[in-house]
């Protein structure tokens, strides 16, 4: 439990990471959003943390150098954007091969069919830009918009917009927070919580329709069907 929760709070990362901080968030959301095995990193938190923590006042109070917000502005979109590149690649050239293997504690089938729907929900444009913003969906996002055969070059587009949009709100937002509030730094792990809940908001919403929806489909049909 002791090593989730660490994996899980943004100011173990940066603790961890020590001087090679700002470059450590930036290889973190690369790999959340390109790589299968990311998606259990903190994105969202993380960006956020990140952000608070290049004022020098909250990173004090953690006991690290301050990141580079300019570095960071400029780097996690990249990354972002790379990865998400990389994730639609091979979903592209390995197709469903890519999901076919057994469920695991880094691997659950369920992530991709979550992935696949919103997509099929959606339309492929506005569900790459709000997976995002989704815990896990936006890290099986990708391959799926790559084997669900997306064109490389309307996906770049919207992976684009959906990336700098994503990184650069958090971070000026952890950035506006870290110099505004005193003592920031005693309120992350709350944060991290309240961020974590209102993002699988969407998903836990989405699970509860789709079980209804199952529901109703299989209750019986009244006493008119009865009597048939």
Do not use: C
């Not at 099986?140 to 790559?146: D, L, Q, S, T």
């Amino acid at each position: 439990m002791d090593v989730i929760l660490n994996l899980l709070d943004p100011q173990w990362w940066l603790t961890m990471l020590g001087a090679f901080a700002t470059v450590g968030v930036i290889a973190i959301i690369f790999a959340e959003t390109g790589l299968l095995v990311g998606f259990f990193l903190p994105g969202d938190s993380l960006l956020v943390a990140a952000g608070i923590f290049s004022s020098a006042a909250a990173a004090q109070g953690l006991g690290i150098e301050p990141l580079s917000l300019p570095t960071l502005l400029i780097g996690t979109p990249l990354a972002a954007i790379l990865g998400a590149q990389l994730g639609h690649f091979l979903g592209a050239r390995i197709g469903r091969k890519l999901f076919d293997k057994p469920d695991s504690r880094l691997f659950k089938k369920e992530h991709v069919e979550k992935a696949e729907f919103y997509f099929q929900k959606f339309g492929p444009a506005k569900a790459v830009v709000a997976a995002r913003f989704m815990p896990i969906v936006r890290t099986f996002m990708n391959p799926v918009a790559g084997v669900l055969e997306m064109d490389a070059r309307k996906f770049f587009l919207w992976n684009v917009l959906g990336g700098v949009v994503w990184v650069e709100a958090l971070l000026l937002l952890g950035h506006f927070l870290g110099a505004k509030v005193e003592g920031i730094d005693k309120y992350i792990l709350p944060g991290v919580f309240v961020i974590v809940v209102l993002s699988l908001v969407p998903i836990v919403r989405e699970v509860l329709k789709n079980r209804k929806a199952k529901g109703d489909a299989t209750a019986p049909r009244g006493k008119h069907h009865a009597r048939r």
